[in-house]
C-alpha cells in the first residue's frame, strides 16, 4: 500500500511540472505539450491558430515525435500482406475478386454468393484459422448500384494476424449469413439489418436489435433525416409515453454538398446585451416538521 501510495505521489508531482501555460519568448509563441515531460516549439507570431504550430524535430527543444505514422515502417509486413493476398486469391479464385493492402492491414473483396465458401475457408484451413469474427458493420454508398458496403473483421488467434473482407448489397439483394460458421455474427447481422436494412439469408432470428419496436426506417442509411419520422414522448393525461408524427416548423429538403445551405457564414461574434440579467430564482420553501 505505501509503494503504491508512493508511485501516486511521484505520478502527480511530474505531472504537476509538466502543466506550463503557453508563453512568450523574444517575441515568438512557444506551445506547450502536456506530458511527463514538457516539450516546446517555437512558433512563429504570424500562425493565426497554435494548432497549426509547425513540430519540426530540428528546432532545440522541439518535439520529437513524428506528427504521422509512416507506412515505410510496414513495408517489410506489407510484403507479407502481399503474397498472403495472393495465395489466398490462388486458393479461392471464383469467389475473391480483388485485394488490397495498406499498410499492416489486408482487405479481399468478395462477391455475396462468396460468403460463405470464404468463409468457410478462413476459419478451417490451417494457413487461415480466422475462428473469430471482431465485428460485423456496413457503409452506404448512395451514388453506387449496390450501395451498401457489408464488411467484416476477422482475428485469427492462432497466428495473432487480422483480415478484412468486404461484400455488397442493395435493398432488394441478400447477403448469406455466417451464423452458421461463427456464433458471434448472430447480433452482428442484426445491427446491420436493423441500422441499413440489409438482409441476411439464413439467420435464426433477424429482427431488430437497437431501434424500439415498430421504428420506421434505417437510422444509418445516407437519405434518412436527421429528424427522424416520428417523435416520442410522455402525456401526463394518458399517463404513458406516446409515439405521434413528427410536427417540423419547416418541411423536410434535401441539401447537396456545395450549396449554399453548407457554406460558411463567418467566424461569429460572441456578443452579450447590456441589459442581460439572470432571474431570481425563488427561495426554496422549508417544511416545518409536523409535531
Not at 454508398?141 to 458496403?149: A, I, L, V, Y
Not at 461569429?268 to 446585451?273: C, R, S
Amino acid at each position: 500500500m505505501a509503494m503504491r501510495v508512493k508511485n501516486h505521489r511521484a505520478l502527480v508531482s511530474a505531472l504537476r511540472t509538466s502543466r506550463a501555460a503557453p508563453t512568450r519568448r523574444n517575441g515568438t509563441n512557444v506551445r506547450t505539450f502536456t506530458s511527463t515531460m514538457q516539450h516546446q516549439v517555437v512558433v512563429s507570431p504570424d500562425t493565426p491558430n497554435m494548432r497549426h504550430a509547425q513540430r519540426s524535430p530540428d528546432t532545440p527543444g522541439g518535439l520529437k515525435v513524428p506528427p504521422i505514422n509512416p507506412a515505410d515502417k510496414y513495408s517489410a509486413k506489407a510484403d507479407d500482406m502481399h503474397r498472403y493476398g495472393s495465395w489466398l486469391m490462388g486458393c479461392l479464385p471464383k469467389y475473391i475478386q480483388q485485394f488490397s493492402v495498406w499498410k499492416d492491414e489486408l482487405v479481399i473483396y468478395i462477391s455475396p454468393a462468396g460468403v460463405i465458401p470464404v468463409f468457410t475457408f478462413l476459419k478451417y484451413n490451417t494457413a487461415a484459422e480466422f475462428t473469430q469474427v471482431s465485428d460485423i458493420t456496413a457503409v452506404d454508398f448512395p451514388t453506387k448500384e449496390r450501395r451498401f458496403e457489408v464488411v467484416y473483421n476477422m482475428l485469427s488467434v492462432r497466428h495473432n494476424s487480422r483480415i478484412r473482407v468486404k461484400t455488397y448489397a442493395d435493398e432488394t439483394t441478400p447477403v448469406p449469413s455466417i451464423t452458421s460458421l461463427y456464433d458471434g455474427a448472430n447480433w452482428y447481422e442484426r445491427e446491420v439489418y436493423d441500422l441499413f436494412g440489409v438482409f441476411f439469408i439464413g439467420h435464426p432470428d433477424l429482427r431488430r436489435i437497437m431501434t424500439d419496436y415498430g421504428f420506421d426506417g434505417h437510422p444509418l442509411r445516407k437519405d434518412f433525416p436527421l429528424t427522424g419520422y416520428t417523435e416520442i414522448r410522455y402525456d401526463e393525461e394518458k399517463k404513458r409515453i406516446v409515439v405521434e408524427p413528427l410536427e417540423l416548423t419547416q418541411a423536410f429538403r434535401n441539401f447537396e454538398g456545395g450549396t449554399a445551405a453548407w457554406e460558411q457564414v463567418g467566424t461569429g461574434v460572441d456578443f452579450k446585451p447590456d441589459t442581460f440579467k439572470l432571474p431570481t430564482p425563488k427561495p426554496e420553501e422549508k417544511e416545518e416538521p409536523k409535531k
